[in-house]
């Protein structure tokens, strides 16, 4: 497939694409949990909340692998890829094993949270949490995605526009920021 060239859109996925992330999800919403909490610990969880770490070269990468849409993740990543699903007519369903549970966050979680739920806490982060900027893009099943991208996902039939299910289940609940509201 050629590589995009004109801007990237919310609107190009399709169906049987896959659904790959480059840059960190729930890192500035950890950050600010430990903030409300009282919290400076882990510095470097805190510091994203402050200074989100952006990949600006992962756009046109994306763009030059054959990415399909294309959204940074400002309003939490299931927010944000209902954005993409709704322009796209389509649905997306994310695989939660595919988000890392890297321990910078799980140190965060331990700090206000229970051990029992340490890892509902990180997810909650990584799919509602926003301000990351990390970004999301569709890619044709064929592609090979690009350098720091990694698959978190399939774009699914539209059985409800917009739609976005985490491992086939519908989400309850906040997903995350919405505006004008």
Not at 26 to 35: E, I, Q, V
Not at 76 to 85: E, F
């Amino acid at each position: 497939q050629a590589p995009k060239t004109g801007p990237m859109l919310r609107s190009g996925a399709a169906v049987g694409d896959h659904v790959a992330v480059c840059g960190r999800l729930g890192w500035a919403a950890a950050g600010l949990a430990l903030l409300e909490a009282g919290y400076t610990d882990p510095p470097e969880v805190v510091e994203a909340h402050h200074r989100p770490r952006v990949d600006y070269s992962a756009g046109p990468r994306a763009a030059r692998a054959g990415a399909t849409a294309l959204i940074d993740v400002s309003d939490g990543l299931l927010a944000d890829l209902g954005h993409v699903a709704g322009a796209s007519k389509v649905s997306i369903d994310v695989t939660s094993r595919a988000l890392d549970l890297d321990e910078e966050l799980l140190r965060a979680a331990r700090k206000i949270r229970p051990a029992a739920e340490l890892e509902g806490t990180v997810r909650q982060w990584q799919l509602i949490g926003g301000d990351d900027h990390a970004l999301v893009a569709t890619f044709p099943p064929d592609a090979l995605l690009p350098k720091d991208f990694r698959k978190i996902g399939q774009v699914t039939q539209a059985e409800s526009i917009g739609r976005v299910t985490v491992d086939s289940e519908n989400v309850q609940g906040k997903r995350g920021f919405r505006h004008f509201q």
